[in-house]
């Protein structure tokens, strides 16, 4: 029950907000409710968020004990749950939610988008906070990519790349002809077969019959080859994506495909992948094409 300091021989007064306050005689509301209800101006949100910039949040630092915890978490009971989730799921089947998805959805609407695009853009972890979240998920494993939406996203990038449209390709043109960064391994290669002065074409785009591109690391128009440089991880952790492509060139177009790893151009090993390379060109060619 609620105690007051008002003497019992005077009448009570109460707070005009409505709360059912009793308070002194002489005052009008209690300390506070005057501000019921009313919202601040834009000017005077800006001028407190620079009064507060900078400061330490009242609860910061502050550890809970367990036994805080497990008061938090019986906060709500099991009955209030079951409650909530049956009047959830009544809201539901009377299709009070509609409005959250589709068109009706607010955040759908275009001056909502524009006006959470302004509020995000250029906002930025502060470097304290990065390298906090850096540790917190060192050695985490992530977050799992359900199977559904990995069906999903591969049948997209497959069938409707958004990087194959004519107004991306015509809008990023270094798309259609190979990427701007070559390799150090790559520029190996490339002298391995100027020494045995075999021409080639570098970064070479072939069309896929369904739509998009593949890069040719090294092709060998006058042996209609192909030489891969498997240098990045991702060779290593997908093999079998290297071969469906290697079996798909073969299948259309008839080019067979050599692939050399990073460890074959050691000093070392130089003269065994040269020896490898001849044998790979002179395996279905004779003549004048012949690799000596």
């Known amino acids: 029950m609620r105690t007051s300091c008002i003497p019992t021989n005077t009448t009570a007064n109460f707070c005009k907000c409505g709360c059912g306050t009793p308070i002194p005689p002489g005052n009008t509301w209690v300390r506070g409710h005057h501000r019921r209800g009313v919202k601040h101006t834009k000017e005077a949100r800006e001028k407190i968020s620079k009064a507060l910039k900078g400061n330490t949040p009242w609860n910061k630092g502050i550890p809970r004990t367990e036994e805080e915890r497990q008061a938090i978490s019986r906060g709500i009971s099991e009955e209030e749950r079951k ?43 502060a470097e304290e906070t990065k390298e906090k979240i850096r540790k917190a998920r060192l050695g985490k494993p992530g977050r ?10 591969s049948k997209r990038m497959k069938e409707d790349n958004p990087m194959y449209r004519k107004e991306v390709l015509e809008k990023h043109p270094v798309l259609n002809h190979g990427p701007k960064f070559i390799s150090e391994g790559e520029d190996k290669v490339a002298k391995i077969l100027q020494d045995m002065k075999i021409s080639y074409e570098r970064q070479k785009p072939l069309k896929k019959a369904v739509r998009g591109y593949y890069m040719l690391d090294f092709f060998l128009p006058e042996y209609n080859v192909i030489i891969e440089f498997d240098g990045h991880h991702s060779h290593v952790e997908n093999p079998e994506r290297d071969k469906e492509r290697d079996e798909y060139i073969l299948k259309t177009y008839g080019y067979p495909t050599l692939r050399i790893k990073p460890l074959e151009l050691n000093n070392r090993n130089r003269p065994d992948l040269i020896e490898k390379i001849r044998r790979f060109l002179n395996g279905g060619k004779t003549g004048e094409n012949k690799v000596n």
């Open 144 to 153: 799992p990519f359900p199977e559904n939406l990995k069906k999903l996203f």
């Open 83 to 125: 409650r909530r989730s049956e009047r959830t799921k009544k809201g539901w089947e009377e299709e009070k939610y509609d409005f959250m998805y589709g068109e009706t959805n607010p955040a759908c609407r275009p001056e909502v988008r524009e006006k959470i695009g302004n509020a995000w853009r250029g906002r930025s972890h």
